[in-house]
Nanobody, 121 residues
Framework: VQLQASGGGLVQPAESLTLSCTAS????????MGWYRQASGKQRELVAT???????SYGDSVKGRFTISRDIAKNAVFLQMNSLKPEDTAVYYC????????????????WGQGTQVTVSS
């Protein structure tokens, strides 16, 4: 299983950016997908998640600015980031809880390789 994230980059404060992540491989079912981030010298933190029912959750620091969405058919998740701030600078990691064709009833946790988001003037 691979989680391929893309869309990171350098933007100025107040600008927007959209991250994408696609899961591929012998996937039986995806239970949830989401985004976490890790700034230099800090612990990894929740940004947003979306489960198979479409329910979403957000970290307090991004509520009202970021929106998570998904494309079930493409095993993809997206993160629309608006009103970006310098404190949003971090490596953003895609995450998924899913099961494999080889064992449909066991959920596993997978991480993507990370994509850098830098917000700076």
């Amino acid at each position: 299983v691979q989680l391929q994230a893309s869309g990171g980059g350098l933007v100025q404060p107040a600008e927007s950016l959209t991250l994408s992540c696609t899961a591929s491989g012998e996937i039986y079912r995806i239970n949830a997908m989401g985004w976490y981030r890790q700034a230099s010298g800090k612990q990894r933190e929740l940004v947003a998640t979306i489960n198979k029912g479409g329910a979403t959750s957000y970290g307090d620091s991004v509520k009202g600015r970021f929106t998570i969405s998904r494309d079930i058919a493409k095993n993809a998740v997206f993160l629309q980031m608006n009103s970006l701030k310098p404190e949003d600078t971090a490596v953003y990691y895609c995450n998924s809880e899913l099961s494999l064709n080889s064992n449909p009833f066991r959920m596993n946790n997978y991480w993507g390789q990370g994509t850098q988001v830098t917000v700076s003037s």
